[in-house]
């Protein structure tokens, strides 16, 4: 692998800030940094190839899109876990699932469209049924503490009670801009041309519905989205919490100040499962998570916790939005759990 240089960072950090929603981008980038437009493609095809840069992309904010998303917990019988996997990763919406130390042994995400017939309860107890676990906890986040969107770690910060407030429903030329955006740009002098070459959408007016998209918050950035590095930091925990209620504001709050702890999520409890506080912590090893949890212990003095740790990734990837994927298998599971019903 080529060293990085300091024409390397610069790149990078343009990459990483924004890339323009213009006709020719990496000329506009080249500009700013100094750089012709040739070394800019150039250079970056070349981080591409070593793995620093992993896509150059729309990042959507997809609450605002009218998705709803949430974390699951489910009780999965270990004989048939990898087969129960297995069935709930074929739901194209489903970006992470992973394999934990407890009886709760199967944690995963999913997301739903607005277009969605099913819903998001709905596809919860479908995928839940259809892996036959024993039991499904669906737990949306109720408040974020600490965290983007989305973190490394298998976990969301989704928001099924708020998911309406930023929601504007979108037009069938928007969604079709949504998923061309998302898509890595082609590195060449006019990119958008090619992405919108054999579309309903000139590429004039794929770039001007994305500067409305970016206008409204729908898009966040359009930029690189860079290899994570965490050097030294091998082990993560979701550590849960029994917090009392009075005292949950104060607790998540002063939980996020820890560096350790990337993310701090409030969610509901049950009766099977009173844990309403998660902190994402990372360490060196397993010992060192557990040091830093039994110090948020004592310095919180709560007692009530247990510490979750990932034994196998199922799945981890970006969720593809307005998917024609999602909609073929919500029209299966949806016709088979209707024939299933009137039978």
């Keep these: 692998m080529?060293?990085?240089?300091?024409?390397?960072?610069?790149?990078?950090?343009?990459?990483?800030?924004?890339?323009?929603?213009?006709?020719?981008?990496?000329?506009?980038?080249?500009?700013?940094?100094?750089?012709?437009?040739?070394?800019?493609?150039?250079?970056?095809?070349?981080?591409?190839?070593?793995?620093?840069?992993?896509?150059?992309?729309?990042?959507?904010?997809?609450?605002?899109?009218?998705?709803?998303?949430c974390l699951v917990a489910a009780k999965v019988n270990a004989d048939r876990i990898d087969d129960a996997a297995q069935s709930i990763n074929a739901h194209p919406g489903v970006t992470q699932n992973y394999r934990r130390n407890n009886d709760f042994n199967l944690w995963f995400t999913?997301?739903?469209?607005?277009?969605?017939?099913?819903?998001?309860?709905?596809?919860?107890?479908?995928?839940?049924d259809e892996a036959e676990c024993e039991i499904v906890r669906s737990l949306p986040t109720l408040k974020l503490?600490?965290?983007?969107?989305?973190?490394?770690?298998?976990?969301?910060?989704?928001?099924?009670?708020?998911a309406d407030e930023k929601y504007v429903p979108l037009t069938p030329l928007e969604v079709e801009c949504v998923r061309l955006l998302q898509r890595d740009l082609p590195l060449q002098p006019r990119p958008f041309d090619m992405v919108a070459k054999n579309t309903a959408l000139t590429a004039d007016e794929l770039l001007n519905i994305g500067r409305t998209l970016q206008k409204r918050g729908q898009v966040r950035r359009f930029g690189a989205l860079v290899q994570s590095r965490k050097p030294g930091f091998s082990a993560s925990a979701m550590a849960v919490w029994v917090v009392p209620e009075e005292r949950v504001e104060e607790l998540g709050s002063r939980m996020s100040q820890n560096k350790a702890v990337s993310h701090c999520y409030l969610r509901p409890v049950y009766a099977d499962w009173p844990y309403n506080l998660y902190t994402i912590v990372h360490g060196r090893s397993v010992d060192e998570c557990e040091s830093i949890i039994n110090?948020?212990?004592?310095?919180?003095?709560?007692?009530?916790?247990?510490?979750l740790y990932p034994t196998k990734e199922y799945k981890k990837t970006r969720i593809t939005l307005f998917s024609s994927e999602a909609e073929e298998w919500e029209a299966a599971h949806g016709a088979k759990r209707a024939a299933s019903a009137a039978s």
């Design 2 to 69: 080529q060293d990085i240089d300091q024409r390397d960072r610069d790149l990078l950090g343009a990459l990483q800030g924004e890339i323009p929603l213009v006709s020719t981008p990496f000329a506009v980038i080249g500009q700013i940094i100094d750089m012709s437009e040739k070394e800019v493609i150039k250079r970056t095809e070349r981080l591409k190839r070593e793995g620093i840069v992993r896509q150059l992309c729309a990042q959507f904010d997809a609450r605002s899109l009218g998705y709803r998303s």
């Design 110 to 128: 999913i997301a739903v469209s607005p277009n969605s017939q099913l819903g998001l309860e709905k596809t919860v107890q479908v995928l839940g």
């Design 145 to 162: 503490f600490k965290g983007g969107s989305e973190s490394a770690e298998g976990h969301t910060g989704d928001d099924t009670h708020h």
């Design 295 to 307: 110090d948020l212990a004592a310095d919180t003095g709560l007692r009530e916790k247990q510490a």
